[in-house]
């Protein structure tokens, strides 16, 4: 049975992994590349100037993609933005080449955490089942 620790390394391994939002009737996607299970939630991170964040504050429902070889991730959530100095710290500790942008001390740092979340893999190779796991 998957977990959401399987959607973190699945996250990992793929590197890179695409956030789709809305902005007004206008879909936004862009690349992430942060996931880390922080107090029991899986977080993400990004900056509160950017209109990423902007847009998620509008309308917090999100998809998230990810591909690994022929593996494919999709995760249907809402996001949370986590104000707390304690999670942006775990978030930029773990995370410390964002460092050179972010502090948690800062007005600028966003970690959000996933909630109603429910990731999908699948696969084209052959003979290799899929899982969904709902957090």
């Known amino acids: ?15 890179i ?15 992430f590349g942060t996931a880390e299970i922080i107090d029991g939630r899986l977080y993400i991170q990004t900056g509160k100037k950017k209109d990423v964040f902007k847009q998620i504050m509008a309308n917090p429902k999100v998809e998230i993609e990810a591909c690994s070889g022929a593996d494919w991730l ?22 410390p080449g964002l460092r050179k942008m972010y502090d948690e001390n800062d007005d600028n740092t966003a ?24 957090f």
């Open 1 to 15: 049975m998957a977990t959401m620790e399987d959607v973190r390394d699945f996250l990992k391994k793929a590197k």
């Open 17 to 31: 992994y695409h956030l789709a939002t809305l902005e007004g009737d206008q879909p936004r996607v862009r690349p």
């Open 74 to 95: 999709r995760i249907e959530t809402t996001l949370v933005n986590d104000d707390s100095v304690a999670a942006k710290k775990a978030m930029l500790d773990a995370n």
């Open 111 to 134: 970690v959000l955490y996933m909630t109603k979340a429910k990731a999908t893999l699948a696969s084209l190779a052959k003979n290799k089942e899929g899982w969904t796991v709902e």
